[in-house]
């Protein structure tokens, strides 16, 4: 993710000072075994790839979907997937003041919304693994890795 200009930035930590997260919501799920798995443990790699979206909720609070889509490989090939994981869930926040801009709508659903619901996406893998009869497979912790510019769960370089 890039980095957020300075002005966004400021404009992303005066939002969070003034939202509460009233709810999280599962929109759907879907999880497939498209191979076999490696076998052993510490055997699989996940890629996670994203997509943020946005939307008012009037009068007072906005929503923020998080669109998941993971992949496991074995970690020693450089293959096709053996399984896949789609996943979205959405935060609904409630607002103190003005609806702010897209721009800053879009960014804090990448910083603040990814560290709210980045451990439902987490349990949700781990859940679905063992439904298919897969290897334990579990997502690392979200960590920031750069103070408020961006973040990738750890063991992940920010891109």
């Given at each position: ?28 799920f ?21 997509q ?90 979200y960590?920031?890795?750069e103070?408020?510019a ?10």
């Open positions: 993710m890039s980095a957020l200009s300075p002005e966004v930035q400021k404009q992303v930590i005066a939002l969070a000072r003034n939202v509460s997260l009233r709810d999280v919501r599962v929109v759907s879907r999880a497939e075994r498209v191979g076999v798995p490696a076998p052993g443990p510490e055997a699989a790699a996940l890629s996670v790839d994203s943020v979206a946005h939307a008012p909720l009037p009068p007072h609070g906005f929503v923020i979907e998080m669109r998941f889509r993971v992949e496991a490989r074995a970690r020693e090939a450089a293959g096709e997937p053996f399984a896949l994981f789609e996943y979205r869930v959405g935060a609904i926040y409630g607002l103190n003041g003005e609806l702010p801009t897209a721009a800053v709508l879009d960014a804090f659903g990448r910083t603040n919304g990814m560290v709210h619901l980045w451990p439902y996406l987490r349990a949700y893998i781990q859940q679905a693994s063992a439904q298919l009869s897969l290897p334990a497979l579990v997502l690392p912790p960590r920031v890795v103070s408020g961006s973040a990738a769960p750890s063991g992940r370089v920010a891109e």
